[in-house]
């Protein structure tokens, strides 16, 4: 079992920045991937970006060059710094995490609300 507890959301304008941060407790050390999705109101879940345990990192076009996602494996903590953020990124936004053992179990956090409004 995994548990996720993600913070940082809020509302900024367009062009500011947040971070969001994820904690992650239980069984840590079976985690094989960490990432962050988001769900805007009326839309499907969408990923956001990926990290692996070696640090391999996949991100969406759509946020590519403006979010960062990292990983602090020592604190079991995950990390996406946002900049310039645009309108079109207001969603909740989850954690994620990919067990591997027998069988590959997906974990979700409660979800953080960012809102990017003037």
């Known amino acids: 079992q995994v548990q996720l507890v993600e913070s940082g959301g809020g509302l900024v304008q367009p062009g500011g920045s947040l971070t969001l941060s994820c904690a992650a407790s239980?069984?840590?050390?079976?985690?094989?991937?960490m990432g962050w999705y988001r769900q805007a109101p009326g839309r499907d879940r969408e990923l956001v970006a990926t990290i692996t345990h070696d640090g391999r990192t996949n991100n969406a076009d759509s946020v590519k060059g403006r979010f960062t996602i990292s990983r602090d494996s020592a604190k079991n903590m995950l990390y996406l710094q946002m900049n310039s953020l645009q309108p079109e990124d207001t969603a909740v936004y989850y954690c994620?995490?990919?067990?591997?053992?027998?069988?590959?179990?997906?974990?979700w956090g409660q979800g953080t609300q960012v809102t990017v409004s003037t």
């Open positions: 239980g069984s840590t050390l079976s985690i094989l991937r």
């Open positions: 994620y995490a990919q067990v591997v053992l027998a069988l590959t179990t997906d974990y």
